[in-house]
């Protein structure tokens, strides 16, 4: 493996335990809020507290799991733009690089062409 596979890697993986640590303190943060919330309410019971906690931590988690799931999709459709602009980069730079070529090669043949035709002393 090169070093910039390795560095890549290492960079993929680092990312990976961001967004885990990301999450994992995600899911602790909606209970905590609950239960603050809950303690409030001083003339619920205490299974409904518990679940009026439950419930809060369901929506809290499918609104971040939503959120999660639609800043991935922008994440792909960006990288999707990014690549179809660097795919036509390239394209565009091929060409130019071609023209380029046959103009070359073109000057170099008519230059040849003219010192034969006029009985350059070199040939």
């Known amino acids: 493996m090169r070093e910039w596979e390795r560095r890549r890697a290492a960079a993929t993986g680092i990312t990976r335990i961001e967004g885990y640590l990301r999450w994992q303190a995600e899911l602790g943060t909606p209970r905590a809020a609950a239960e603050r919330f809950a303690a409030r309410l001083s003339w619920l019971t205490r299974d409904e507290r518990e679940e009026l906690v439950e419930r809060y931590v369901e929506e809290r988690l499918g609104m971040a799991q939503r959120l999660a799931a639609g800043v991935e999709e922008r994440c792909?459709?960006?990288?999707?733009?990014?690549?179809?602009?660097?795919?036509?980069?390239?394209?565009?730079?091929?060409?130019?690089?071609?023209?380029?070529?046959?103009?070359?090669?073109?000057?170099?043949?008519?230059?040849?062409?003219?010192?034969?035709?006029?009985?350059?002393p070199g040939r």
Not at 81 to 100: E, G, K, P, T
């Open 76 to 120: 792909r459709e960006i990288e999707a733009a990014h690549a179809a602009r660097y795919r036509r980069l390239r394209q565009r730079m091929l060409c130019a690089s071609v023209c380029v070529l046959v103009a070359t090669a073109s000057l170099v043949t008519a230059v040849v062409g003219m010192l034969a035709g006029s009985g350059y």
